[in-house]
């Protein structure tokens, strides 16, 4: 099904709006401004009596031991009151309490 003619020359209103607008925004010398710092995506700060279930839950979904992710994770997010961001990786952006906890091993990554 074809678009209705309003529903065209709105999306094209609303594209020159938006191309007129970043036009009044551009930085000086007529390029872009620049792009915001690329780095990795922000931590999670929880409240561990609400939210470490859901963002454990988030965090070992890709998993495939996900009880033992869920019950590392848990016990991570009742001490250091995070949990990084994605399903691995970036614990770094938690500090030094979820990057340096260990295992009974004494191996680290007991966070997940």
């Known amino acids: 099904m074809a678009p209705s003619k309003l529903a065209v020359a709105v999306a ?19 390029g ?24 454990c839950d988030v965090r070992c979904g890709a998993q495939s031991h996900k009880n033992r992710c869920a019950r590392a994770c848990l016990k991570c997010c009742s001490v250091c009151r995070c949990v990084p961001a994605g399903t691995a990786g970036n614990q ?17 990554n007991k966070c997940p």
């Open 12 to 30: 094209l209103v609303a594209t020159l709006l938006l191309l007129s607008n970043s036009n009044s925004k551009a930085a000086p010398g007529g």
């Open 32 to 55: 872009y401004p620049p792009a915001p710092p690329v780095g990795p995506p922000p931590h999670q700060i929880v409240d561990p009596a609400k939210d470490c279930g859901g963002a």
């Open 92 to 108: 770094e952006t938690c500090g030094k309490c979820y990057t340096d906890w260990t295992t009974h091993g004494n191996r680290t």
